[in-house]
């Protein structure tokens, strides 16, 4: 099991954008006060859950055997998708729909972390298989 | 193996080749169907904004700000404090012609809590009324009671929620249907309720009073309904000349700015989806032709076994078709990803009326957008395979030798 | 079934000499008969193909007309003429003409899939087998050698069990062994009724040869 995982590769470069996104452009805003609301919190989950998906999705892409591969493909997977759910489902957000959590953040993290979980889903079913062959 | 599966399988015998052109279709099915749908979401967003001002007139303080003020918060949801001598109701009110006239009164909040922003909150008198009502009526029947408000749809509280405006506790007992204008950000409530909050707001010291009018009766605009019979235009003077330090502007002459910058935007991403259209067919022509002249001798091959011109020309209609099929899809599905769910980001940075458009509409949009693909797609691989049926086998059999 | 050719010749424009055309094939009469191998020689240029690519109805003859049977084939339409191609006349062209798409086993059935007709996987399991291409079934044309390649070509030919077979050096690529097992599937087929048609230039082909002829200068002569 050498092969090149395109899966992997594409859940890595995908939580590299999920990592520095949510604290640039993608993250929540300061208020001018300088203060922050519970965006701000999702926004560190969120640079949380992207760097656990980068570093899982890099092993993947280097270990050789391929039930590891499918296995921490799969990990991510799960990770990704509770990526889903941490803006506005389990940490809140502000209050109105304007605002760049709501308006930028959360769509465009949810968007993000569903790719992610398919490129891991699909990657990690092709790496169970191509083990499975193997054996 | 049948010959149906032929076409199927050079295209998934020669991925790099497919995916270049899938990408290249999927791009035509993507500008067509994005562009599609934010100009349909502007026309609906239009056409609601069209509805929901009822009123013939408005008149407002006549300080220029507050015009243009007054514009932006209607259309990009802006927070507006201006305020006139509450007076000019009455003077409104006994022009000839003029059928109702509803005050309302505006009041930008300090960050409340629920949004950590300024939310805008708009009182208007449910005796008079006729601008708000039918609106809100839509999702709370009742009378609104004193602190009891109802939030725009971009408002994220849910009814039975407090919102706290200047320390006062109000209660969300509606929320209301999305209009995709600057009014689904604001906060209703009644006029005793506004009259609270401009209380509580002056003793955190924000002053709402008229400079020059000391009385405490104080509005931010007056909506309009003129009688039949009588001509708009002549009401709009007649209200100008009775009224002091107010203008009136005549609601029409408000939607054809709106309606002027509509047509600008639209224009440029017709022109933009025109560009980008011209582009890839030209670049699918030359792609087909490219890939026609690399395949010439497998065509020739197929022809030399028995296949007739028509079976060819087919099959390479057929190729180019489940391409482009595959590509409008792509496109449709990757546009949906970035327009609808930055919806609201879309509308923020354009700053007009944005409200999407029906399912059904969209549908109808995506299915238009794939057929356009699929049709463009099946023409530009035409002219070549219309051009190969017509090589001679024995001609490019020999050229290899 | 009788391939004959009747005062056939292709004539191109081309600047030649005094005169701006020149004779590929000069006018000349060649009949296949079954069961029959029939072996034209020649140099290189000196029209052997274009006389195959006429006699498979791939190329109009400036003059004459091509029968199979009592069927000219140049007054058929392209759709009935590929029909008739297709059932009829097996082609072994000179080039490469294994699609890269399709597998071995594919490529030599895809002649019976163009218009639907029977099965013929066992006929293709069997020339594979005697073509010694058998475990390549599965291949991809890419992964083959140009001799894999040119067997693969044969067989496909074969598996038609056309009534007339056109083969352009089809030992071209081969090693003496196979080349002797390639003629003698060609003679099997002339044994079963086929006319064949084998333009070549190795000593091996004339030795197998029923009639003989020798091309020169777009001229057919008759070889002893």
Redesign the interface.
Do not use: Q
């Given at each position: 099991m050498k092969r090149f995982s395109p899966g992997a590769a594409a859940a890595l470069a995908l939580s590299a954008v999920i990592t520095v996104g949510s604290v640039s452009l993608l993250g929540p805003c300061v208020h001018e006060d300088g203060s922050f609301g519970s965006c701000h919190w999702a926004g560190q989950a969120l640079l949380g859950i992207g760097l656990l998906l980068a570093v899982l999705s890099l092993a993947a892409l280097l270990v050789k055997d391929g039930r590891l591969r499918a296995g921490m493909l799969f990990a991510a997977a799960a990770a990704a998708i509770l990526g889903i759910f941490v803006p506005g489902t389990l940490i809140h957000l502000c209050g109105m729909a304007t605002m760049r959590c709501r308006a930028v953040m959360r769509p465009a993290m949810t968007l993000l972390c569903a790719l992610t979980a398919l490129s891991c889903l699909t990657g990690g079913i092709a790496a169970y298989r191509k083990a499975g062959s193997e054996k | 193996?049948?010959?149906r599966s032929?076409a199927v399988?050079?295209l998934l015998?020669?991925p790099g080749r497919t995916s270049a052109l899938v990408i290249l279709t999927a791009l035509l099915a993507l500008s067509v169907f994005g562009g599609s749908v934010v100009v349909g979401s502007l026309r609906q967003g239009f056409r609601s904004l069209e509805s929901r001002l009822g009123a013939d007139i408005i008149v407002v303080p006549s300080s220029a700000q507050s015009k243009v003020s007054f514009q932006n918060m209607l259309l990009q949801?802006t927070n507006g404090a201006f305020y006139m001598d509450g007076k000019n109701l009455d003077r409104v009110r006994e022009v000839a012609g003029v059928e109702l006239a509803a005050p309302q009164v505006f009041l930008a909040s300090l960050?409340?809590d629920?949004?950590?922003?300024k939310?805008q909150v708009i009182g208007f008198d449910p005796e008079t009324d006729f601008f708000v009502r039918p609106w809100i009526e839509q999702s709370y029947t009742r009378q609104l009671g004193d602190l009891d408000v109802v939030v725009g749809?971009?408002?994220?509280?849910g009814v039975g929620e407090i919102i706290r405006i200047y320390d006062e506790r109000c209660k969300v007992v509606g929320r209301l249907a999305a209009t995709g204008t600057g009014l689904?950000?604001a906060v209703y409530c009644n006029l005793s309720t506004m009259k609270m909050l401009l209380t509580a707001a002056e003793e955190k010291g924000v002053s709402h009073k008229v400079s020059s009018d000391e009385s405490d009766d104080r509005i931010s605009a007056i909506y309009v309904k003129v009688k039949d019979g009588y001509d708009i235009g002549a009401v709009n003077s007649e209200i100008q000349g009775h009224t002091r330090k107010c203008s009136a502007v005549r609601t029409k002459s408000m939607l054809t700015d709106v309606s002027d910058s509509l047509s600008a935007i639209s224009g440029t991403v017709a022109t933009l989806i025109g560009a980008i259209w011209l582009l890839s067919l030209v670049i699918l022509v030359v792609a087909f032709v490219m890939i026609a002249n690399e395949r010439k001798?497998?065509f020739a091959?197929?022809?030399?076994?028995?296949?007739?011109?028509?079976?060819l020309g087919g099959m390479i209609l057929k190729e180019s078709a489940l391409c482009s099929l595959a590509g409008g899809a792509l496109g449709v599905l990757t546009a949906s990803?970035l327009v609808f769910?930055?919806t609201?980001?879309i509308?923020?940075r354009l700053g007009l009326p944005y409200l999407r458009p029906s399912a059904g509409t969209i549908t109808a949009l995506a299915l238009a957008a794939l057929a356009a693909t699929v049709m463009v797609g099946s023409l530009a691989s035409s002219w070549a395979s219309f051009r190969l049926s017509r090589v001679?086998?024995?001609?490019v059999?020999?050229?290899?030798? | 079934m009788i391939l004959s050719a009747e005062q056939i010749s292709k004539r191109y424009f081309r600047k030649s000499g005094e005169a701006n055309h020149f004779y590929a094939v000069k006018p000349l009469n060649l009949m296949l008969r079954p069961g029959t191998v029939t072996v034209l020689c020649g140099r290189s240029g000196s029209g052997k193909t274009t006389l195959l690519h006429i006699l498979s109805g791939l190329l109009t003859p400036t003059e004459g007309r091509v029968l199979l049977g009592e069927t000219d084939l140049y007054s058929l339409s392209d759709k009935e003429l590929s029909k008739l191609r297709n059932a009829s006349i097996g082609v072994v062209p000179q080039a490469r003409s294994v699609l890269d798409t399709l597998t071995v086993k594919e490529n030599i059935l895809l002649p019976s899939l163009l218009y639907g007709t029977e099965d013929r996987s066992e006929e293709a399991a069997h020339w594979m087998d005697t073509l010694h291409i058998d475990g390549l079934a599965d291949s991809r044309a890419s992964e083959l050698s140009g001799g894999e390649l040119r067997r693969t070509a044969i067989a496909r030919t074969l598996c038609m069990h056309p009534p007339v077979i056109l083969a352009d050096e089809p030992t071209g690529d081969l090693d003496d062994e196979n080349t002797q097992l390639v003629f003698g599937c060609f003679r099997k087929a002339a044994e079963e009724g086929a006319a064949v048609l084998i333009v070549s230039h190795e000593i091996d082909a004339l030795n197998n040869a029923d009639v003989a002829f020798r091309m020169d200068g777009g001229q057919l002569s008759t070889l002893s």
């Open positions: - | 193996m049948k010959r032929l399988k050079n015998r020669k949801g960050k409340a629920c949004c950590s922003v939310i749809s971009k408002v994220e509280s689904d950000t001798r497998e091959v197929l022809r030399l076994l028995g296949t007739s011109r028509a079976m990803m769910p930055f609201t980001l509308e923020t001679d086998p024995g001609t059999l020999r050229e290899g030798n | -």
